[in-house]
């Protein structure tokens, strides 16, 4: 029995953690949907990560509904020693974890797959809204400027953007790369001649220089993740 209570003690812990986790990121989600420029001058220049290749706002209200919900779940499915709830709790956390490992193969295994996919989704999109949409262009601004990048696959990505059209010349990223700097108007010649790499080689390139700690963090998780639902299954079998 106090065993029993323990665990639940700690599983009361652990989901309200992920539910106040849950709605900090609903709220800075919030904040970058409604105020995102703010947003990207204070992480901005800090940043250089896999989310600044999609609606950074968007993408953090989903992640944080999700937790949020969890979090909920497994606490009053603990507290209430409700069935249901710790099912339900146990069920969410398995299609996430199995999510992932797929993400986790289809990543490693169909890299190339997966690139094409990525370009389909968002290369329409740079040339449709970069030069147009403010955030949006301050994101990939500072998503190339932090990967030393061009484009998600080049400069060819730009071709037909706003920010084309209007300025006849391409993204001043385009134009150079670690050790040389091309200060004039960064023309199609010039953006052929310094073929700077697409930001999505160029975080491949990262992650796989820290495999190490991605892989440590993705294992973390994990283990979380599958101790969470062992937990929860102990409480769902032990309620009287």
């Known amino acids: 029995m106090q065993c029993f209570s323990f665990i639940k003690t700690i599983m009361i812990i652990f989901n309200m953690l992920i539910f106040l986790c849950g709605a900090a990121l609903l709220a800075v989600g919030i ?8 947003f990207l001058k204070i992480f901005g220049p800090l940043s250089s990560s896999a989310m600044q290749f999609v609606n950074v706002g968007y993408f953090l209200i989903a992640a944080g509904a999700v937790l949020f ?3 909920f779940l497994g606490c009053y499915g603990a507290h209430t020693e409700s069935k249901c709830a710790l099912m339900l709790f146990f069920f969410i956390l398995l299609l996430i974890f199995i999510a992932e490992v ?16 990525l ?5 329409p999109t740079i040339k ?9 262009t301050q994101v990939w601004n500072s998503t190339m400027d932090g990967l030393k990048c061009c484009g998600f696959n080049n400069y060819t990505d730009f071709e037909g953007s706003p ?5 006849d010349a391409f993204p001043p990223y385009c134009c150079f790369n670690r050790t ?3 200060m004039e108007s960064c023309t199609r010649e010039k953006a052929e001649y310094m073929n700077v790499e697409g ?5 491949l390139y990262e992650i796989r220089t820290n495999a190490v700690t991605v892989g440590g963090v993705a294992a973390g998780i994990g283990a979380l993740e599958l101790a969470a639902m062992i937990v929860s299954m102990y409480l769902y079998c032990n309620q009287k």
């Open 31 to 38: 904040w970058v949907s409604v105020d995102g420029s703010s």
């Open 69 to 71: 919900a969890l979090g």
């Open 102 to 117: 797929a993400a986790a193969v289809v990543a490693l295994v169909y890299t190339t797959m997966a690139e094409n996919f």
């Open 119 to 123: 370009t389909l989704l968002i290369v």
């Open 128 to 136: 449709k809204d970069y030069g147009s949409q403010k955030d949006f």
């Open 163 to 167: 920010y084309v059209t209007e300025n």
């Open 180 to 182: 040389v700097t091309v």
């Open 199 to 203: 930001c999505f080689h160029q975080l």
